[in-house]
């Protein structure tokens, strides 16, 4: 167990509206992840960040920010949430040992959002 | 762009057998590949995690390889259980860079097996 909690689990929202979804960790973990999943799709990366303040996009980042102010916590926010960003997110953390050639990674329970 | 592709999509066995699940991946170049589990509804649970340097990983029943120059890594599960029912997905990582960790992954094979 990573130590990864997210938060909502569930939530439902409409058209329009902004959205933030929490990652948080314990074990103090540099690499963050936030990913989504979807039918026919399977996972893809939206955003990640490799610090505090320092994040970078993935292949879905269109609609997508993220913010990490403190290490342990990785936010990813909808502004304007759309149809479409109905997904099942989760939020991944890379465990480093013996230097950086380990980077085992480990998921979050997922948040299932929804968008009417 | 690094492409995953997992076969079969679908396998349905009855309890005992033992099972090969196929993944492959277009750019040689990995970092490591990384296979997970995954129960309905639920988050990913890593199984395995290969570095490219090695050619196999084992854990208990399950026992992966890899063919970093072919692009192909298998899964392994000796005799099949109920319980193994479950998606398994192959990840790999190419470890290049500032994406050092990202994971590109595969669609997953839907486990079935029946008592």
């Known amino acids: 167990d990573a130590g990864i909690t997210q938060s909502p689990r569930h939530k439902v929202t409409e058209t329009g509206t902004p959205v933030t979804l929490r990652c948080h960790q314990t074990?103090?973990?540099?690499?963050m992840y936030w990913y989504r999943q979807d039918p026919g799709h399977g996972l893809r990366l939206i955003h990640y960040?490799?610090?505090?303040?320092?994040?970078d996009k993935g292949e879905v980042s269109d609609g997508y920010s993220v913010s990490r102010s403190k290490t342990e916590d990785f936010l990813l926010t909808l502004e304007s949430a759309t149809s479409s960003q109905t997904s099942v997110y989760f939020c991944?953390?890379?465990?480093?040992?013996?230097?950086?050639?380990?980077?085992?990674?480990?998921f979050g329970p997922g948040t299932r959002l929804t968008v009417l | 762009k690094q492409e995953v592709t997992q076969i079969p999509a679908a396998l349905s066995v009855p309890e005992g057998e033992n099972l090969v699940l196929n993944c492959s991946f277009t750019?040689?170049?990995?970092?490591?590949l990384q296979w997970f589990r995954q129960d309905p509804g639920k988050g990913l649970t890593s199984l395995l995690l290969?570095?490219?340097?090695?050619r196999e990983q084992t854990s208990g029943r399950l026992n992966a390889s890899l063919d970093k120059s072919s692009g192909r890594s298998t899964l392994y599960i000796a005799a099949s259980q109920p319980g193994d029912s479950a998606t398994y997905l192959c990840?790999?990582?190419?470890?290049?860079?500032?994406?050092?960790?990202?994971?590109?992954f595969g669609r997953g094979t839907q486990l079935t097996v029946w008592p």
């Open positions: 991944a953390i890379t465990e480093t040992s013996g230097g950086a050639s380990y980077n085992e990674q480990f």
């Open positions: 074990e103090n973990h540099r690499y």
């Open positions: 960040s490799y610090g505090v303040k320092d994040t």
């Open positions: 750019d040689s170049a990995i970092y490591n």
């Open positions: 290969i570095q490219s340097s090695q």
């Open positions: 990840a790999v990582n190419p470890g290049r860079g500032s994406t050092l960790g990202r994971l590109y």
